[in-house]
């Protein structure tokens, strides 16, 4: 008996694309032949165990989608204030796949099978030519990119953001470098990994860290290898780029530029947090007017007034009559972006559709159901979006 692999997924994948497996085997010819598939994850735990008869059109082939077992697994991980480089825990698993067969009643597992794989909570455009090389940091290159669809972004001094890498056993860590608006470097620093790199450490797989002005301010000198404590982005920063480096100060990703940007106007700025397609999280501003609603919901009864008093028998005017219970009300906030360029139009479409957002560090739901992409000949334009908080005020019954 043998079981082949003739096709396997990468070592690395999103999860939410395709995590697919064909496999045949020398027995499909037995009575009531099955393919056997046992997931486990990094500890060796069996997490699933799959059948499948030979598919539909082949002779020995079975074949196994594995992306929904695993998407059980992963999450995401969102820090409001985050910092330093931090490891991205909840947001990937490590797997592996042993093969085998069934026929005639009987199991003969672990055949063959497919170690060391990792999945992370990302997903590629089924039109699109991404792959898992083109966000990999496992060789000393300035080709791999951030986890991230949009290649430049504009911040203000007072705002958080975030930046997500996969990293493979490397002693990597970003480098920071300020310029003034003569294109001129002022200031040049690097963020301490807080850890020991290792290729067996599945920790440290997907990795993240603030790369808002804010949080680049906020970093300690122990935080840093390089640079001052306060001042990674001076006050006359024009713009600043961030690059991931190898232990050997090889470039280890591209460079991703911020322009640092302060935005005119009368109200209190807002910020929205989201989760991105590729598993990253990243930050709009918020700087025009908003306007704050409430939905209330609310249960009602027709409650019984009439009392007896001695050898009165009256109804109670003082009560109410349709008394209600079970009211809850919901927040709902209008918010609106300053004028937006033709490439944050395209990329903001991932905040429509973005199934984890929040308003600061407040869990929120988009309400917008569609979204329409403006370009330069439409002229300038801003984005008007509503969210609802997630957590209705339940109050008090009548």
Same mark, same amino acid.
């Given at each position: 008996?043998?079981?082949?692999?003739?096709?396997?997924?990468?070592?690395?994948?999103? !999860?939410?694309?395709?995590?697919s497996y064909v496999v045949t085997s020398?027995?499909?010819?037995?009575?009531?032949?099955?393919?056997?598939? #046992?997931?486990?994850?990094?500890?060796?735990?069996?997490?699933?165990?799959?059948?499948?008869?030979?598919?539909?059109?082949?002779?020995?082939?079975?074949?196994?989608?594995?992306?929904? $077992?695993?998407?059980?697994?992963?999450?995401?991980?969102?820090?409001?204030?985050?910092?330093?480089?931090?490891?991205?825990?909840?947001?990937?698993?490590?797997?592996?796949?042993?093969?085998?067969?069934?026929?005639?009643?009987?199991?003969?597992?672990?055949?063959?099978?497919?170690?060391?794989?990792?999945?992370?909570?990302?997903?590629?455009?089924?039109?699109?030519?991404?792959?898992?090389?083109?966000?990999?940091?496992?060789?000393?290159?300035?080709?791999?990119?951030?986890?991230?669809?949009?290649?430049?972004?504009?911040?203000?001094?007072?705002?958080?953001?975030?930046?997500?890498?996969?990293?493979?056993?490397?002693?990597?860590?970003?480098? $920071?470098?300020?310029?003034?608006?003569?294109?001129?470097?002022?200031?040049?620093?690097?963020?301490?990994?807080?850890?020991?790199?290792?290729?067996?450490?599945?920790?440290?797989?997907?990795?993240?860290?603030?790369?808002?002005?804010?949080?680049? +301010?906020?970093?300690?000198?122990?935080?840093?290898?390089?640079?001052?404590?306060?001042?990674?982005?001076?006050?006359?920063?024009?713009?600043?780029?961030?690059?991931?480096?190898?232990?050997?100060? +090889?470039?280890?990703?591209? !460079?991703?530029?911020?322009? !640092? #940007?302060?935005?005119?106007?009368?109200?209190?700025?807002?910020?929205?947090?989201?989760?991105?397609?590729?598993?990253?999280?990243?930050?709009?501003?918020?700087?025009?007017?908003?306007?704050?609603k409430y939905n209330v919901s609310r249960?009602?009864?027709?409650?019984?007034?009439?009392?007896?008093?001695?050898?009165?028998?009256?109804?109670?005017?003082?009560?109410?009559?349709?008394?209600?219970?079970?009211?809850?009300?919901?927040?709902?906030?209008?918010?609106?972006?300053?004028?937006?360029?033709?490439?944050?139009?395209?990329?903001?479409?991932?905040?429509?559709?973005?199934?984890?957002?929040?308003?600061?560090?407040?869990?929120?739901?988009?309400?917008?159901?569609?979204?329409?992409?403006?370009?330069?000949?439409?002229?300038? +334009? +801003?984005?008007?979006?509503?969210?609802?908080?997630?957590?209705?005020?339940?109050?008090?019954?009548?």
């Open positions: 008996m043998a079981i082949t692999i003739n096709t396997e997924p990468n070592d690395i994948a999103p !999860v939410y694309s395709d995590i020398t027995n499909y010819a037995q009575s009531n032949f099955k393919f056997v598939a #046992v997931v486990k994850n990094a500890a060796g735990t069996i997490i699933a165990k799959l059948k499948a008869p030979i598919f539909h059109g082949t002779t020995d082939k079975g074949v196994f989608n594995i992306s929904r $077992i695993l998407q059980n697994y992963v999450t995401y991980d969102f820090t409001q204030n985050l910092g330093t480089l931090s490891k991205c825990l909840n947001s990937y698993i490590g797997y592996s796949v042993e093969f085998g067969e069934e026929y005639g009643g009987t199991e003969h597992l672990n055949l063959t099978s497919d170690t060391g794989k990792y999945a992370w909570n990302g997903l590629f455009d089924l039109y699109g030519s991404e792959t898992a090389a083109t966000y990999k940091i496992d060789v000393p290159s300035s080709t791999p990119k951030f986890l991230t669809r949009v290649r430049t972004r504009r911040v203000t001094t007072s705002q958080y953001d975030y930046l997500h890498f996969l990293l493979l056993g490397y002693n990597a860590t970003p480098k $920071i470098i300020a310029y003034n608006s003569a294109g001129t470097a002022i200031a040049t620093s690097v963020i301490k990994l807080p850890w020991v790199a290792s290729v067996s450490d599945l920790s440290q797989f997907m990795v993240r860290f603030g790369c808002g002005p804010v949080q680049l +301010n906020a970093l300690t000198a122990g935080e840093l290898d390089s640079g001052t404590a306060g001042n990674v982005i001076p006050s006359n920063t024009s713009y600043y780029t961030i690059q991931i480096q190898t232990g050997a100060g +090889n470039p280890g990703s591209e !460079v991703y530029r911020f322009d !640092v #940007v302060e935005e005119c106007s009368k109200y209190l700025p807002q910020y929205l947090n989201f989760l991105n397609p590729l598993g990253g999280f990243e930050s709009v501003r918020c700087s025009m007017a908003s306007k704050d249960k009602q009864f027709k409650r019984n007034n009439y009392t007896l008093s001695g050898n009165t028998y009256a109804y109670d005017t003082t009560k109410h009559g349709i008394a209600n219970y079970a009211v809850e009300k919901t927040k709902e906030v209008t918010l609106n972006t300053n004028w937006l360029t033709e490439t944050e139009f395209e990329w903001l479409q991932d905040l429509i559709a973005s199934p984890v957002v929040f308003l600061g560090n407040i869990p929120v739901n988009i309400v917008e159901t569609s979204y329409e992409v403006f370009d330069y000949v439409d002229g300038p +334009n +801003n984005l008007k979006i509503t969210v609802q908080y997630t957590e209705p005020e339940r109050l008090q019954n009548a």
